[in-house]
């Protein structure tokens, strides 16, 4: 049977992971290679590097992180920000990608999906969507790190992404993000009802209940997990025990080889 | 002074990332070479690797112009690893588009039937009997897919299945075996600690064969001695 993928997220700036609250307020929480390896040994299932860079020197790091990290990790790793082209996917997944999330750029050039996955297979191509309840209670798309409102509705693109070629969803809700209450149940479940691809939930995790309600009643396949790992109020392990006990299949940690 | 080591040639169709594959395949009594050229990368090597990433018709372009020989050589007992797209080239023909694979195996490789396509994470080996030595010695459990596509063997190639796994009603082939050709329809790169322990048994295996054969670090080429 197909496990609930717990996948960590390690948002990415110059060669630092640093963490956010609602995309502004950043803090230094570590070294990239270290916590992606770490956190394999806890028993992720998947680590996601979200670039955050906001300069074209601090992105050029980023696909030598990724290939130090993919020298050491042996579980899937997906690289999202900055990634415009179907050359941008082609040198993250040279670099140690295994997929590729495409968020603003996928917006600007819906046509991007398609190239991307006709060249390298949709199960390598990611749409993130960040979205943000409107004026009326619709979901909206939003962009550019969650700083420029789109007209997009987000069930309706996420439809969208998923016809151009997307293999997956990695779905953020901004108002959410950072805000440990648990995920989007609504928003979550709008969309993963409506595609036929994984949807990873993501924004707002605060505890092992939160995985749960978002896959038992929000429909989602995996669950993005970042901030109460790195401050260290819980454990991959501790997490998926919970799920466990929920009665959702989830990989059993690795065991120890000497 | 000098160590044996075994030739592993990674047969490159420039989809993808083989990165970590390259690395799960370095030891210090391994050479690890990605070869472009189809004929090239089943000379000269103790063992080929075909990686998973990429799609089936521009993969069967890369393989065309060596079809023939990369198919003889597995024939003829070269060790393989075909691993997700590279064990959908041991067989026929694929619904993903037009190509022609390899053909060590009999049969066509089908979308996968299954409300959610791909299927994207880890999933439980159900192994057939008798348990296959590189399944017992990795003790591979929960392994991690991304497919959109898997094989369906016909005739006498179902026997070859070692372990099939389940995506929502659809049964499918998670890895096969013919002789020395392996192939995994998951990523063992990227099934953790057990997967890469599967691709070090498989090594193993190519390791004892190739010192049988006394090629084991030789530099005499292949094509010299035929």
Not at chain 1, 134 to 139: D, I, P, S, T
Not at chain 2, 120 to 125: A, D, F, S, V, Y
Request: proline residues 4%; aromatic residues 4%; hydrophobic residues 45%.
């Amino acid at each position: 049977m197909l496990t609930r993928r717990v996948i960590v997220c390690l948002d990415v700036k110059g060669a630092r992971v640093v963490k956010g609250v609602q995309f502004v307020g950043l803090r230094d929480v570590g070294d990239p290679v270290a916590l992606a390896t770490r956190y394999e040994a806890e028993g992720a299932d998947e680590i996601t590097f979200l670039d955050i860079s906001a300069s074209a020197e601090e992105r050029a790091t980023l696909l030598d992180v990724a290939r130090r990290t993919a020298e050491q990790l042996f579980i899937p790793l997906t690289i999202g920000g900055g990634v415009r082209t179907a050359a941008d996917v082609a040198r993250a997944l040279r670099a140690g990608a295994d997929k590729v999330s495409l968020n603003s750029a996928a917006v600007s050039r819906p046509e991007v999906l398609t190239e991307a996955a006709d060249r390298f297979g949709a199960q390598c191509v990611v749409a993130s969507i960040d979205a943000k309840r409107g004026e009326g209670g619709a979901w909206k798309v939003w962009v550019k790190g969650g700083r420029e409102e789109t007209p997009l509705e987000a069930v309706a693109w996420a439809q969208e992404c998923v016809a151009r070629g997307a293999g997956e969803i990695l779905l953020t809700s901004i108002d959410r993000d950072g805000a440990r209450i648990g995920y989007d149940i609504e928003l979550t479940r709008a969309v993963a009802d409506a595609v036929q691809v994984p949807v990873i939930a993501s924004g707002g995790a605060g505890d092992a209940q939160h995985l749960v309600d978002a896959v038992q009643q929000a429909h989602a396949d995996a669950v993005l997990v970042a901030g109460i790992l790195h401050d260290g109020l819980t454990t991959v392990a501790a997490l998926k025990d919970v799920m466990r006990s929920a009665g959702l299949p989830v990989r059993a940690l690795p065991e120890i080889v000497v | 002074m000098s160590i044996d080591r075994l030739r592993i040639s990674v047969f490159d169709y420039e989809a993808g990332n083989l990165h970590s594959l390259v690395k799960s395949l370095e030891t210090e009594f391994t050479t690890v070479r990605v070869e472009r050229d189809p004929a090239a990368a089943v000379r000269n090597t103790d063992a080929l690797v075909l990686p998973g990433v990429g799609a089936f018709t521009p993969a069967a372009d890369r393989l065309a112009s060596g079809r023939d020989v990369m198919r003889a050589a597995l024939l003829d007992g070269l060790p393989c690893l075909g691993i997700c797209l590279g064990m959908q080239l041991l067989f026929d023909h694929s619904d993903e588009g037009p190509g022609e694979g390899l053909s060590v195996l009999t049969g066509r490789v089908t979308r996968l039937d299954a409300q959610r396509v791909p299927q994207i994470g880890w999933n439980t080996l159900e192994p057939t009997a008798p348990l296959d030595a590189l399944l017992a010695s990795s003790g591979l459990d929960t392994v991690y897919f991304a497919n959109s596509f898997v094989c369906r063997p016909t005739g006498a190639s179902a026997q070859h299945v070692i372990a099939y796994t389940t995506h929502e009603t659809d049964r499918f082939p998670a890895a096969v075996r013919v002789g020395n050709v392996v192939g995994a329809q998951f990523h063992p790169e990227k099934s953790s600690a057990a997967g890469v322990r599967f691709v070090r048994a498989f090594l193993r295996e190519a390791t004892q064969r190739a010192a049988q054969r006394g090629t084991l670090g030789s530099s005499v080429t292949e094509d010299v001695t035929s």
